[in-house]
């Protein structure tokens, strides 16, 4: 049906109808939208200029988004540049939709695209925030924090004002790189310029503290956030009770912990799985059994590594009744114990009952309620 289309228009003048640069437009959107060869496209751009039709900024728009659906995008860039020469106007749309473009092809580089934004800028064109976000957000990705910030800084200087969203991004990107010193830099420049933190801000650099084991000021951080009236949510506490846990400091990671549930907030099975795991580490069996018992009776399934560790726990306590009682569980659970549950139990066993026997009979007990196999 296209080849007739095409045909069609050629034919208008024949039958004392004059095609209008509407119709041209029509065609062009057709041919470009089921991806013909862009040879036929210049052709009939160059059969409609002896048509006495020429085209419009509205054809160069059609154009451009061709070229760029095709991946041409370094020619999709040089017939903007001829649109704004030919005297149109430059299309903040279009500008928008390069620097979309360039900043989602891997095999960009960063030079081009701030090239790009800034002759853009020299012709009268307005970047949004949402393309200084994906400046940025294309230097992150690339673990190019340093160059985020930089980027940041010319904006800042050339009169723009990024919002807090460019912040996020910058403070985000500088924290991958470990670049810590920069990032309590552009914390506190949000501030110093007048812009509020939100949620994502405190996330990020409570993340950076954590990363640098700061954890008295990420204590503090998380008081300040509640002052200031920005609640800490799920990822926040998890976060910190994550760094806390890491540390070995238990006692705040209670703390934290203890927060939560009084707060309402819905806990998962990674949050218990994180603090069972440090009461096992530091050797609080008692209480690892108890906040385990809470997990399980809240239907959560722990991690079988959870579980491996407190049966090494308790039969290095030398309660073997007590390890024995989380193996039925553990089927319940549908979780098969580790080579770390069996090799403790083994050795426990053994130390007491000298044979291997004895061992079988105490697993079928705990396994079968004292039924003998065949």
Same mark, same amino acid.
């Given at each position: 049906?296209?080849?007739?289309?095409?045909?069609?228009?050629?034919?208008?003048?024949?039958?004392?109808?004059?095609?209008?640069?509407?119709?041209?437009?029509?065609?062009?959107?057709?041919?470009?939208?089921?991806?013909?060869?862009?040879?036929?496209?210049?052709?009939?751009?160059?059969?409609?200029?002896?048509?006495?039709?020429?085209?419009?900024?509205?054809?160069?728009?059609?154009?451009?988004?061709?070229?760029?659906?095709?991946?041409?995008?370094?020619?999709?860039?040089?017939?903007?540049?001829?649109?704004?020469?030919?005297?149109?106007?430059?299309?903040?749309?279009?500008?928008?939709?390069?620097?979309?473009?360039?900043?989602?092809?891997?095999?960009?580089?960063?030079?081009?695209?701030?090239?790009?934004?800034?002759?853009?800028?020299?012709?009268?064109?307005?970047?949004?925030?949402?393309?200084?976000?994906?400046?940025?957000?294309?230097?992150?990705?690339?673990?190019?924090?340093?160059?985020?910030?930089?980027?940041?800084?010319?904006?800042?200087?050339?009169?723009?004002?990024?919002?807090?969203?460019?912040?996020?991004?910058?403070?985000?990107?500088? $924290?991958? #790189? =470990?670049?810590? !010193?920069? %990032?309590?830099? @552009?914390?506190? *420049?949000? &501030?110093?310029? /007048?812009? +509020?933190?939100?949620?994502?801000?405190?996330?990020?650099?409570?993340?950076?503290?954590?990363?640098?084991?700061?954890?008295?000021?990420?204590?503090?951080?998380?008081?300040?956030?509640?002052?200031?009236?920005?609640?800490?949510?799920?990822?926040?506490?998890?976060?910190?009770?994550?760094?806390?846990?890491?540390?070995?400091?238990?006692?705040?990671?209670?703390?934290?912990?203890?927060?939560?549930?009084?707060?309402?907030?819905?806990?998962?099975?990674?949050?218990?799985?994180?603090?069972?795991?440090?009461? $096992?580490? #530091? =050797?609080?069996? !008692?209480? %690892?059994?108890? @906040?385990?018992? *809470?997990? &399980?009776?809240? /239907?959560? +399934?722990?991690?079988?590594?959870?579980?491996?560790?407190?049966?090494?726990?308790?039969?290095?306590?030398?309660?073997?009744?007590?390890?024995?009682?989380?193996?039925?569980?553990?089927?319940?659970?549908?979780?098969?114990?580790?080579?770390?549950?069996?090799?403790?139990?083994?050795?426990?066993?053994?130390?007491?009952?000298?044979?291997?026997?004895?061992?079988?009979?105490?697993?079928?007990?705990?396994?079968?309620?004292?039924?003998?196999?065949?």
């Amino acid at each position: 049906m296209v080849p007739l289309a095409v045909e069609v228009f050629f034919t208008m003048p024949a039958f004392r109808c004059n095609p209008s640069v509407k119709s041209l437009n029509t065609l062009i959107w057709v041919l470009c939208k089921n991806k013909y060869d862009f040879k036929i496209v210049l052709l009939v751009l160059v059969k409609s200029q002896f048509m006495n039709i020429w085209v419009e900024e509205s054809t160069f728009k059609i154009l451009i988004r061709a070229l760029y659906r095709i991946g041409k995008e370094n020619n999709a860039v040089d017939l903007l540049n001829l649109m704004v020469d030919s005297g149109f106007d430059l299309d903040g749309k279009i500008c928008s939709l390069i620097l979309y473009t360039m900043c989602a092809q891997k095999a960009c580089e960063g030079v081009e695209i701030l090239d790009v934004l800034d002759k853009k800028r020299e012709l009268g064109y307005s970047p949004k925030r949402v393309d200084l976000c994906n400046v940025i957000r294309f230097y992150v990705k690339n673990r190019k924090g340093v160059d985020a910030l930089e980027v940041l800084s010319k904006l800042k200087m050339s009169g723009m004002v990024p919002d807090i969203v460019c912040h996020n991004l910058v403070l985000n990107g500088l $924290i991958l #790189e =470990g670049e810590y !010193e920069s %990032a309590d830099e @552009v914390f506190d *420049e949000i &501030v110093v310029l /007048g812009l +509020v933190p939100d949620i994502v801000t405190y996330n990020v650099y409570i993340n950076g503290l954590c990363k640098q084991n700061k954890v008295d000021e990420v204590v503090r951080m998380l008081s300040y956030m509640e002052e200031l009236g920005c609640k800490p949510e799920m990822n926040t506490y998890y976060t910190i009770l994550e760094a806390l846990c890491r540390r070995g400091m238990l006692s705040y990671a209670k703390e934290v912990f203890w927060k939560m549930k009084l707060k309402g907030l819905q806990l998962n099975s990674l949050i218990y799985d994180i603090l069972v795991n440090c009461m $096992i580490r #530091e =050797g609080e069996v !008692e209480e %690892a059994c108890n @906040v385990l018992g *809470e997990m &399980v009776g809240r /239907g959560f +399934v722990p991690q079988s590594i959870t579980f491996d560790g407190l049966v090494h726990l308790l039969c290095q306590r030398g309660l073997f009744s007590e390890a024995m009682e989380l193996l039925p569980e553990m089927v319940v659970k549908n979780i098969v114990p580790g080579i770390r549950s069996w090799e403790a139990l083994v050795v426990h066993c053994l130390s007491q009952t000298q044979n291997f026997d004895g061992f079988i009979q105490v697993s079928q007990s705990a396994f079968f309620g004292g039924r003998n196999s065949a």
